[in-house]
């Protein structure tokens, strides 16, 4: 699976700072998601994008964190004044549109490992 | 809300064992259920995934899984273990309608011992 890209593999920033991680989908899917992985929690739903859309929020913090998916370029999620609680493994996946929805499986880019100081 | 449990959060086998990891789901709708493998320092994969049809699922590398509807069900077998399938193992559901929302359990951890 070459096909989502995540970057940058590693990022670390002190406390107070910005972290800005970025996922290209597959070719042709149009529906991003991002997960936040810390040991023994399993992976936790972030949010869920299409093109220009945020689809569903739920599991994102309502401060400092945001997500974004451009008609042009990546999705990018952004989380402002990191803390030491934001360290972590973030991944994104894709998946196809399928009629009204996604279908089939999730492809997952190989995560960004957030550390911060 | 949907939620999908992992009863066990860590497994150690011997190989050649027999393995089985539980799942539990909980939505009152329609699901679609995968179980994803995460080997050490590597992305999430896809071993099987059910839709419809045949509740008996086989996917990739031997593994098997079950739908069970009426416990809302869906746990993963193996035969036989080989050191190779030591990884974290994830159960996923997401719905056949609304937002899509994929959710993952927590996971659970393998270790197959040599």
């Known amino acids: 699976n070459a096909g989502v890209m995540q970057n940058p593999r590693h990022l670390v920033r002190r406390r107070g700072q910005e972290a800005r991680l970025r996922c290209s989908p597959m070719?042709?899917?149009?529906?991003v998601y991002w997960y936040r992985q810390l040991p023994e929690e399993g992976l936790k739903f972030m949010v869920y994008?299409?093109?220009?859309?945020?689809?569903?929020e739920s599991g994102m913090p309502k401060e400092r964190f945001s997500a974004e998916f451009p008609k042009e370029g990546p999705s990018i999620l952004r989380i402002q004044q990191v803390v030491r609680g934001d360290s972590a493994a973030y991944f994104c996946?894709?998946?196809?549109?399928f009629g009204q929805g996604p279908t089939g499986e999730l492809f997952f880019g190989e995560g960004s490992r957030l550390t911060v100081l | 809300a949907q939620s999908v449990s992992q009863h066990n959060h860590h497994v150690i086998l011997s190989e050649a064992a027999s393995l089985e990891l539980g799942c539990n789901y909980s939505?009152?709708?329609?699901?679609?259920l995968f179980w994803y493998v995460q080997y050490p320092g590597q992305h999430l994969q896809l071993l099987l995934k059910?839709?419809?049809?045949?509740?008996l699922v086989k996917g990739i590398k031997g593994f098997e899984a079950e739908f069970i509807k009426s416990k809302f069900s869906f746990n993963l077998r193996k035969p036989s273990v080989q050191w190779s399938d030591t990884a974290e193992y994830f159960c996923?559901?997401?719905?056949?309608?609304?937002?899509?929302?994929?959710?993952f359990g927590t996971g659970t951890r393998l270790k197959v011992l040599a």
């Open positions: 996946a894709s998946s196809l549109n």
């Open positions: 070719k042709g899917h149009s529906h």
């Open positions: 994008l299409q093109k220009e859309n945020i689809i569903d």
């Open positions: 939505y009152g709708g329609t699901v679609n």
């Open positions: 059910y839709f419809s049809g045949d509740p």
């Open positions: 996923a559901v997401t719905t056949t309608s609304g937002t899509y929302k994929y959710i």
